[in-house]
């Protein structure tokens, strides 16, 4: 097996539409596909796997993909193509096969190399300031300008590889088992952050008693659970400041709190700056919207993620 030697020659943003589907029979490349908002599911390889805001997928070489948005909230995602072998002195070319008709397909210069502890389909979470995703966000951009350089392909190439196992460390390092109850909690606490759900409500969740869920956040997590779900609702506010032009009370709103003077004084209190302060301080790069779902966009004739 040859030595890693990873180049981007593919990245990009899509908005599905409402029900959108979409097949690629043959994708070669180490994918990277991240769900930046709503809500649907890919199968790879007679697999199904749901996807969330904040979900990041690391995909396998040679896969066969199916794509289905949900019918309310479709998702809008980023994606990359990573060829974790480039024959060094080879052509770069920024463009990976999805069929196998397509000139790169099987390519003698491109392999498939494992770079993770893990292979197959691995899922990550991970929120738009994080470092991998400041980077993928930055590959995006940069695949959309007319002008990219072999240099500057490879170099991203190394980048991405050397943060997906990073975080695979992470993920591997921090596998510790809690108690199943506390598992439920967090699952609706994140399909319910917006809002704002009490103590008593989580107690009812799992049948127990008040003072129990505090114990079970004090114990395995170190923070109260109604700063657990403050947290949650800040990084929510986080994302939607970095990713999308939202005004800061519809951010606020989004993310749960319906006063926007209380979501600015929280913001500061938790993130140490306003709510506009941190956004021009992440965003030195103009923000696109991200494409809004109570508008009708047709979907182009065809999509390659």
């Known amino acids: 097996m040859p030595e890693l030697a990873p180049a981007v020659c593919r990245a990009g943003e899509f908005q599905f539409a409402p029900h ?5 029979h043959c994708v070669q490349s180490r994918g990277l596909f991240w769900c930046k908002s709503g809500r649907g599911w890919f199968e790879v390889n007679r697999s199904r796997y749901t996807l969330e805001p ?3 997928y690391l995909l396998p070489w040679n896969r066969h993909i199916a794509y289905q948005a949900g019918p309310t909230e479709p998702m ?19 463009n990976v096969p999805h069929e196998k008709h397509e000139p790169l397909y099987n390519s003698p210069d491109r392999a498939d190399v494992k770079f993770t502890p893990t292979e197959g389909v691995v899922r990550f979470r991970i929120d738009a300031e994080d470092c991998l995703g400041r980077l993928i966000n930055y590959t995006t951009r940069w695949y959309r300008e007319s002008e ?3 240099e500057e392909g490879r170099a991203l190439g190394v980048l991405l590889v050397r943060e997906v196992q990073r975080l695979a460390g992470r993920v591997g390092h921090s596998n510790i088992r809690r108690p199943e109850e506390l598992n439920r909690l967090l699952v609706y606490i994140e399909n319910n952050f917006q809002n704002a759900p009490t103590v008593e409500q989580l107690a009812s969740i799992i049948n127990r008693s008040r003072s129990h869920v505090l114990k079970l956040f004090r114990l395995h997590l170190k923070m109260s659970a109604k700063a657990f779900i403050i947290n949650r609702q ?6 939607l400041l970095i990713n999308t032009t939202l005004p800061v009370s519809e951010v606020g709103r989004q993310a749960g709190i319906q006063d926007p003077y209380h979501f600015s004084k929280l913001f500061r209190r938790v993130v140490g700056q306003t709510p506009s302060e941190f956004r021009l301080a992440q965003s030195p790069m103009p923000i696109s919207r991200r494409p809004s779902t109570h508008r009708e966009t047709p979907p182009p004739p065809r999509v390659e993620t």
Do not use: K
């Open 20 to 24: 959108q589907t979409h097949t690629n």
């Open 54 to 56: 904040h979900d990041l």
């Open 76 to 94: 809008f995602t980023a994606h990359v193509h990573l060829v974790p072998w480039l024959r060094p002195g080879s052509r770069w070319v920024p």
């Open 148 to 150: 990219r350089e072999e």
């Open 234 to 239: 800040m990084q929510e506010a986080r994302e």
